[in-house]
């Protein structure tokens, strides 16, 4: 069934999708002059968070707890899963550094391995007892790491990743632990998970409106005539009135669709719930569906430049795949840059050679890094960065300070964590 909204531009039809980054409602911080950005105010699962939407980096509830200390439902002692020599967690391993740890938190210790942290195990303080893990992609081995804390600590709660990512902790142990803890009558805590989404979605929509430029532009001929001192115009094209097809349309694709939209482009999209966009009276988008196969087949057939950003889950892996390529608009552009995993890289290949997209810029691979000898590195219609276009001067850091003046405070305060995911999904 597709759906119009007169008073917006957004146009649907549903079906099924596992999408890219998390959404939600946004929910229950409000006030004068502050309040919590709504991704989707139909959603009632998760909330999330953007840090560009925010008026503040620290919280309400670090504001509340500054000046009512008694606010408090619960300590919080945590363990910090990262390396000790990582600045970027300076917020939370050294304060001083910044502001203190909001109170009724205790860091216990820094570490990589569970042996780092061997004078907790057989303590029987009760202020000893971990109940939040900070896991940092910076640990080595967080994959294997992350089970084994859960198993030798039951008493965590809360794992928060400081990445947008949670790939580098799925395994097939912490599903089969996280389903098999959720049907245990033994009333086993099941520990929240939450990461970093909206934390890098601004520089990525940037990354995004640079690709396309990029192309329509035709900046490789620009450098080669300026290398060669070559005075020769030539017509370039507009984005405006061009449609940009987003794959996985959460934080990072809406961030996209912003930008996108201030250009004049037309804007289609998939994930997996496409109904809360239309409640959400989403006026970024023109055109939202699910995304079974007929409906990426539509959107390559249509779209002058498809974006990529859905994440790397057992069910998106390979979705973008020949078929997908076969229907492509001929002379489009591909732009990936949510997870290498999800296209069929020998089918983007042929598509690159055989003429039918005109370009590609891939921040993103599935073997990282990219190998010498990769067939992309001698195509010259392809643009390559060292998935490194979310890497600000300070955006590792800022991760950190989301967890320590924002949902910490809300786990001190009882309240709903933001940015909730489910590792058996993968996002």
Sequence with gaps: MRHTLSNSRLSTSTCSFSSGSGNGDGGDVGGAGYS???????????????????????????YLLKISPESIQKEARILCLADPNDDANGPLIDPSLSSPLPHGSTLLGVGTTLQDFDHLINSSSSSQEPNVLFLSPTCPNARTQ??????????????HCRSAGIDFIV???????????????NNKIIPK???????FSSTL????????????KNIPRLLQQQSQQQWTPFEV??????????VGYGDIGRACAKLAHVYGMRIVALRRNPHLSIQAKDSMCDAINGTGRRSLQTLMAESDYIVCSAPSTIETRGMVDADAFRNVKRDAVFINLGRGPVVDEDALVEALRNGRLRGAALDVFTTEPLPPHHPFWSLDNVLISPHNMDRTKT????????????????????????????VVQGY
């Design 395 to 422: 955006f590792m850091r800022e991760a950190t300070e989301f967890f320590v003046h924002e949902n910490l405070p809300r786990f001190l305060c009882g309240k709903e964590l933001l940015n909730r995911v489910d």
């Design 237 to 246: 094209e507009e984005l405006r009135g061009k449609t940009m097809g987003i």
């Design 146 to 159: 992350l089970p084994l804390f859960l198993s030798t600590f039951p008493s965590i709660e809360w794992v």
């Design 36 to 62: 919590i950005p709504r991704a989707d105010p139909a959603s009632t699962q998760y909330k999330y968070w953007n840090r560009e939407e925010y008026k503040s980096k620290k919280g309400k509830y670090n």
């Design 171 to 185: 395994s097939p142990q912490l599903s089969t632990d996280m389903t098999s803890s959720s049907s245990s009558p």
């Design 193 to 199: 998970i939450t990461n970093a989404k909206g934390q």
């Design 205 to 216: 929509a940037e990354y995004t409106m640079m690709a396309c430029a990029y192309f329509n």
